[in-house]
């Protein structure tokens, strides 16, 4: 059974010096740290150890193939969306990265899926980005849970999703800059529960504004199963209800209309609440998905997924074939 991961994160080993290049700090930079691993480092501050399957594009393949998938959506991690810096600078590093996944996908084609990155808080400039990326061969794009505090659902950015519609360019919605993460350092609760809410925000902001109507053929992903988007959208359809006066100001259509109209990855850890989520969803529109390479992530390739007793037609869109829906790819891509 063809496998394909939709949610996996990759970056260059050898960046330029951004803050060298632009004349100021707060990018994410590499120092090596001992044979085989390097510190993302922001300006002096430590942010994350990483190791060479961050970058190695073919150690990446064989972990991949001894677990039996053949096939990464390669995205850049989160942390380089750099939307706080000048937009021409933020367009520059994306290009950059860019460029990086597009040259992995031309060396590896059955094995790699690229989704690029934006300077978001440009859509415009994002718009250019998205185009040159498009023609690059990358089949999406990855972008945050919100920008710089401004909602997925604000209508600065309904030229950039009708931009990837109209490019054909699936959307990878990220949580991340968390909100309340400077009151939540703590017990890593940004990524606990900063990250599930950030998904949640960004569903119930693009559905109430609107943009899976204005939309319809715009294919989004959220990540990490929703967040908590599906496990509290019985809240959210009766708040939609009970004060459309706050809720339904943009769109009157109750939210839960928009179930299974959209993909979600399976980045659970837990079966019962995949089988709640396949419920919501279906299993044509649940990506098999892993967070690769970070500790958090599901390391074992969803093979949680295999014990569940599902039939081979749900496995098999589970795998493989929700992915390529999303992204609209065919399976004779990858054979
Ligand atoms: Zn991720």
């Known amino acids: 059974m063809l496998k394909i991961d939709s949610h996996t994160h990759i970056l260059p080993r050898i960046m330029p010096n951004w803050a060298e290049k632009f004349g100021y700090g707060g990018f994410i930079q590499l120092e090596v740290s001992r044979p085989g691993f390097a510190n993302m480092m922001r300006d002096d501050v430590f942010f994350r150890e990483i190791a060479s399957n961050c970058w190695d594009a073919e150690e990446r393949i064989d972990e991949y193939g001894k677990a ?11 942390v380089m969306f750099s939307y706080w810096a000048k937009s021409q600078d933020a367009a520059d590093l994306a290009r950059f990265l ?4 597009a040259e992995i996908v031309r060396d590896h084609p059955k094995h790699y899926i690229g989704l690029c990155s934006v300077p978001m808080q440009d859509p415009e400039l994002a718009i250019d980005v998205l185009e040159e990326a498009c023609n690059q061969g990358h089949r999406g794009v990855q972008i945050g849970s919100n920008v710089n505090g401004l909602n997925l659902g604000d209508s ?3 030229s950039f999703y009708e931009a990837c519609q109209r490019l054909n360019m699936s959307l990878f919605i990220h949580p991340w800059d968390m909100m309340g993460k400077n009151e939540m350092e703590r017990y890593w609760l940004p990524w606990l529960v900063g990250m599930p809410a950030e998904t949640s925000r960004a569903a119930c902001s693009m559905i ?8 319809p053929d715009l294919r989004i992903l959220f990540s990490h199963a929703g967040g908590s988007f599906l496990p509290t959208i019985g809240r959210i359809k009766h708040g939609h209800a009970c ?3 706050l809720v339904a100001v943009d769109n009157p259509t109750p939210p839960d209309h928009y179930l299974g109209k959209f993909w979600v990855d399976s980045i659970t850890h ?4 995949l089988r709640y989520i396949l419920e919501m969803q279906g299993a044509d529109r649940i990506c098999m998905g892993t967070d690769y390479p970070f500790p958090l992530g599901d390391l074992e390739f969803g093979q949680f997924m295999e014990g569940m007793d599902l039939n081979e037609a749900a496995l098999k869109q589970l795998f493989a074939g929700s992915t390529l829906s999303w992204l609209g790819l065919e399976l004779s891509a990858f054979e």
């Not at 860019?98 to 996944?101: G, M, P």
């Open 68 to 78: 039996g998938v053949q096939v990464q959506v390669i995205s850049t991690i989160p």
């Open 98 to 101: 860019n460029a990086h996944i």
């Open 156 to 158: 600065r950015f309904f």
């Open 208 to 215: 109430f504004s609107g943009v899976l109507d204005k939309f």
């Open 243 to 245: 004060r459309p006066d």
């Open 270 to 273: 837990d079966p019962r609440l």
